[in-house]
């Protein structure tokens, strides 16, 4: 599933001009969007010449960046001798699908029972857009991860109606950690126009679960529309891990 970019050649995305503090995280919020993207595979090795052409930077911030990802299981250390992108595992994905969906489902319970209508608004609002960039999906990666931007949107404009900053951050992580995994169903399933179909039933019908406030409907919904790229990977998964 490596693509096949020439990484030497890859232009700095990084503006120096910035402050230490916020040339430091942006040199963090793209290396771990790289990551989460696919452009740098699981198990590749992160060489730092590439890496500071990339992004325009020395050793110092690139170390800090790759310290944190550490923390977030996105990189390992390779037996002292640098660092690789966390491989990929049937294993991590089950799990990570497993509790995002009790994640996700809680949140809609909350947010059934205390969202307002400015949150009935936003979700229908967010469906519409959804809908209209389907298109996306059979053009470029780019587009692909623009649709995929889009439809997380959706998925938050729900998920904000629980009120709970805590519960919002420990759902984004989990769906930070999908992304890889959700990139492979991406790329091998979204493009077929059954999946597609049934992908768009499904927000629809889960919008008509949430404004009805039918929560136990809702609940039933997310788990299984927050399973279904784990579900489809494990079908093909000779192939993937």
Known sequence: MTKNIDKSTAKPIVNPSETTDSFSSQVLQQLKGDILSG???????????????????????LREALSQLLVEQLVVVENQRGFKVHPISLAEMIDIYQTRSHIEALCVELAIANGNDEWEASIVAANHLLKKSGDLLEKTDDDVQ??????????????????????????RSLYEKASRYRNLWLKKNMSDHGVYDANRQE????????????QEK????????????????????????
């Open 39 to 61: 452009y740098f595979a699981p198990g590749e090795k992160l060489k730092m010449a590439i890496l500071k052409e990339r992004y325009a930077v020395g050793i110092s911030p």
């Open 146 to 171: 623009q649709w995929e931007a889009i439809h997380q949107k959706f998925h938050t404009a729900i998920a904000s109606g629980c009120g709970s900053a805590t519960l919002l951050q420990v759902r």
């Open 203 to 214: 927000h629809d019908d889960l919008v008509e679960a949430l404004l009805d406030r039918n």
């Open 218 to 241: 809702a609940i039933e919904i997310i788990k299984q529309h927050l399973l279904i790229p784990s579900l489809l990977l494990q079908e093909s998964k000779p192939s993937l891990f």
